[in-house]
């Protein structure tokens, strides 16, 4: 019997953290994402070397985002431009970002 | 003359086009693999920790399938997936996904 209340307590515990990650206030994400405009907010911009046009982000999902905020930021995921953009962001920056694209982003 | 103005153009051309113009109907073939996560037309994937493919732009498709293949970008799954798919199968994949509707759309 405690063991089966230590598994839903584990459970819980790991409900709420995957909750809390995914928090992120869109009205703060709208500010801090004008940077992204310069490029993610020109249809058809084209990124080069290689050339390809640079993805659109409004409406995709927010946890993506994040995953691939912090993939640019660790190096994980190399591209010179977008590591230097979230080199800086803290977590709550990238939760809020994440949250504003995902939102559709609307200025 | 001509035959080396030929040869020019021949070169030009071949070098500013896609080395593979992608058929999106053979890509909807080749995509069920990858709609079982991203989901029908890969506009509704099943955990949102997966991108939304459905309406991306074509050359950015093919560009993150080419980079899981070279192991520039990591992905444990993708990097399965993607290991045997020939030039033409990921052209053919992005060309078919860029085809399909979605909420995705540039910044505005």
């Known amino acids: 019997m405690t063991g089966l209340l230590r598994v839903c307590a584990m459970v819980c515990g790991l409900l709420f953290f995957s909750i809390s990650y995914a928090e992120g206030d869109i009205e703060a994400g709208r500010i801090k994402a004008e940077t992204c405009l310069g490029c993610h907010g020109i249809d058809g911009y084209n990124n080069v070397y290689p050339t390809y046009k640079v993805p659109k982000l409004a409406g995709q999902n927010m946890e993506y985002l994040v995953i691939a905020l912090n993939a640019y930021k660790s190096g994980e995921r190399s591209h010179p431009t977008m590591r230097s953009q979230a080199a800086t962001l803290s977590a709550q920056d990238i939760d809020d970002i994440a949250a504003f694209l995902a939102s559709g982003g609307e200025q | ?108």
């Not at chain 2, 890969?42 to 560009?63: C, D, F, R, T, V």
């Open chain 2, 1 to 108: 003359m001509s035959f080396i103005k030929t040869l020019a153009i021949i070169a030009i051309v071949s070098l500013t086009t896609p080395v593979w113009a992608g058929d999106k109907t053979a890509g909807e073939e080749k995509a069920v693999s990858c709609t079982a996560c991203h989901g029908a037309g890969g506009g509704a994937p099943i955990s949102p920790q997966y991108p939304i493919l459905a309406g991306q732009h074509e050359n950015y498709l093919s560009q993150a399938l080419m980079q899981y293949q070279s192991g520039e970008r990591k992905n444990m799954i993708m990097a399965g997936l993607v290991a045997a798919l020939s030039a033409e199968d990921v052209a053919d994949l992005a060309a078919y996904f860029a085809s399909q509707s979605s909420a995705l759309r540039t910044l505005d």
